[in-house]
């Protein structure tokens, strides 16, 4: 038998929440640190207060708390180096980690980085070309080659926002100015990705890999825009639904074929040792499943419907992950449908208010509560981000687990809360 587990989980969004959640389950676990944490993930583990790229005060609490895991929740400590940074440092580099370092990190750190690696591997994408701020005459030509709708994508991290997609040629070179040469989205912008429009519904697919073996976790499909019917602005994410219905058995092969194996074979090949999360986010084009983009890390508010769906012990899989050995792991999954809300604050995803006092938040037996931007302040709890809280319920179908999700919200409160009522429209 082995020893307890005191693991350090890095982050504080609803992702984090759901992990801490499913972790707190495990036999294996000793104790749970979350950093930042949230109002919620003080609840199954303890709150440890700096940020999840504040790598020295991340070591201290290595050493002082006896850690022997640590899982990196978000893209920016891995895009950062929070890998290189433990294995670097004689004072905890035994200390296992899950996330890739900062040169696996790139297939999310930077989008002209991964669409090269799908190039050069023969993995299914959207045709493409990269240009900088002094290439910005040979970018609006190349907006002429395709036909609207047009994407314009920031090459580096612009947490969730760097992507834009517009219908009018004159209004695209004018965002394409923006980017490069008005600084829209800082340095994140200083090169920019067009790349073809895909017709289709998408899918996320999360992989875990040791780097040699590798794991498909339960799909997902989440609900980007603010609006109904995916109206208005992009955010992190409204909710999502876990299991996707065109996605059968059949499909998840030809994604397992075209575009996972490729993928782990393909950083073996470029020499890239990762081992964490891939995060597929595929769209599906008359059947077939063509990458839109890679991330590092899981999804959110994926997340927070795909650890629900996940039967066995999930601390144990992320242990022989970060020991090299996920070949002795296999995923049970349940086969009940799993639907997520997410609450936002008003204004979101623009300026909006914090420090709302929420009630009625609390899980109950059919539904599930993933805090996201919440913190508790003198006993109470209150909103302290965009995203607020997320609620997930499992059924045997998906009417009736978005009908618990939304029973659940009609008894929340706080100033300003907006969801949106049609999570899941397109999959009915």
Same mark, same amino acid.
């Given at each position: 038998?082995?020893?307890?587990?005191n693991?350090?989980l890095? @982050?504080?969004?609803?992702?984090e929440?759901?992990?801490a959640?499913?972790?707190?389950?495990?036999?294996?676990?000793?104790?749970?640190y979350?950093?930042? #944490?949230? #109002?919620?993930?003080s609840?199954?583990g303890?709150?440890?207060?700096f940020g999840?790229?504040?790598?020295?005060?991340?070591k201290?609490?290595?050493?002082e708390?006896?850690?022997?895991?640590v899982?990196?929740g978000?893209?920016?400590?891995?895009?950062?180096?929070v890998r290189e940074?433990?294995e670097?440092?004689?004072?905890?580099?035994?200390?296992?980690?899950?996330g890739?370092g900062?040169?696996?990190?790139?297939?999310e750190g930077?989008?002209? %980085?991964s669409k090269?690696?799908?190039?050069?591997?023969?993995?299914?994408?959207?045709?493409?070309?990269e240009?900088?701020?002094?290439?910005?005459?040979?970018?609006?030509? %190349?907006?002429?080659?395709?036909?609207?709708?047009?994407?314009?994508?920031?090459?580096?991290?612009?947490?969730g926002? #760097?992507v834009?997609?517009?219908?009018?040629?004159a209004?695209?070179?004018?965002?394409l100015?923006?980017?490069?040469l008005?600084?829209?989205?800082?340095a994140?912008?200083n090169k920019v990705?067009i790349e073809?429009?895909?017709k289709?519904?998408?899918l996320s697919?999360?992989?875990?890999?040791? @780097?040699?073996?590798?794991?498909?976790?339960?799909?997902?499909k989440d609900?980007?825009?603010? @609006?109904?019917?995916?109206?208005?602005?992009?955010?992190? #994410?409204?909710?999502s639904?876990?299991?996707?219905?065109f996605?059968?058995?059949?499909?998840?092969?030809?994604?397992?074929?075209?575009?996972?194996?490729?993928?782990?074979?393909?950083?073996?090949?470029?020499?890239i040792?990762?081992?964490?999360?891939?995060?597929?986010?595929?769209?599906?084009?008359?059947?077939?499943?063509?990458v839109?983009e890679y991330?590092?890390?899981?999804g959110?508010?994926?997340?927070?419907?795909?650890?629900p769906r996940?039967?066995n012990?999930f601390l144990?899989i992320?242990w022989?992950?970060?020991?090299?050995?996920?070949?002795?792991?296999?995923?049970?999954?349940?086969?009940?449908?799993?639907?997520?809300?997410?609450?936002?604050s008003g204004?979101?995803?623009?300026?909006?208010?914090?420090g709302?006092?929420?009630? @009625?938040?609390?899980?109950?037996a059919?539904?599930l509560?993933?805090?996201?931007?919440?913190?508790?302040?003198?006993?109470k709890l209150l909103?302290?981000?965009?995203?607020?809280?997320?609620f997930?319920s499992?059924?045997?179908?998906?009417?009736?687990?978005l009908?618990?999700?939304?029973?659940?919200?009609a008894?929340?409160?706080?100033?300003?809360?907006?969801?949106r009522?049609?999570?899941?429209?397109?999959?009915?």
């Open positions: 038998m082995m020893d307890k587990l693991v350090l890095l @982050g504080g969004g609803g992702r929440h759901a992990m959640w499913k972790m707190a389950q495990s036999p294996l676990l000793s104790q749970l979350i950093a930042p #944490g949230n #109002g919620g993930t609840e199954v303890t709150n440890l207060p999840d790229s504040d790598f020295e005060a991340m201290l609490a290595i050493i708390k006896n850690i022997s895991l899982i990196v978000p893209e920016a400590p891995l895009v950062k180096g940074f433990i670097n440092d004689d004072a905890i580099k035994h200390v296992k980690i899950v890739p900062a040169e696996g990190a790139q297939l930077s989008k002209a %980085f090269a690696f799908m190039q050069r591997h023969n993995i299914p994408t959207a045709r493409y070309g240009f900088n701020g002094e290439q910005i005459e040979s970018a609006k030509v %190349f907006l002429s080659e395709f036909n609207p709708p047009y994407v314009l994508k920031a090459d580096g991290l612009a947490a926002k #760097g834009l997609i517009i219908d009018d040629r209004e695209a070179e004018l965002a100015e923006d980017m490069l008005g600084g829209k989205f800082g994140a912008g990705v073809e429009f895909l289709g519904i998408e697919v999360f992989v875990l890999t040791d @780097g040699n073996d590798y794991l498909i976790l339960p799909e997902a609900y980007k825009r603010i @609006g109904e019917g995916d109206s208005g602005l992009n955010t992190g #994410g409204m909710g639904i876990s299991p996707v219905p996605a059968d058995a059949a499909y998840m092969e030809k994604v397992k074929q075209t575009i996972v194996e490729p993928t782990i074979s393909g950083l073996k090949k470029d020499n040792s990762y081992n964490g999360f891939v995060f597929v986010g595929l769209m599906n084009v008359d059947g077939e499943p063509i839109i991330n590092s890390r899981m959110d508010p994926e997340t927070e419907s795909v650890m996940i039967k012990d144990e992320l022989n992950c970060g020991n090299q050995t996920l070949k002795n792991s296999k995923i049970e999954v349940d086969e009940r449908t799993a639907a997520c809300v997410m609450l936002v204004g979101y995803p623009e300026d909006y208010e914090k709302k006092v929420m009630s @009625g938040v609390e899980a109950n059919q539904t509560a993933f805090h996201a931007g919440t913190t508790l302040k003198e006993g909103t302290s981000g965009g995203r607020v809280i997320a997930t499992l059924a045997n179908n998906l009417e009736d687990a009908s618990l999700s939304y029973n659940k919200i008894e929340v409160k706080f100033d300003g809360m907006y969801y009522t049609d999570i899941g429209f397109d999959l009915k």
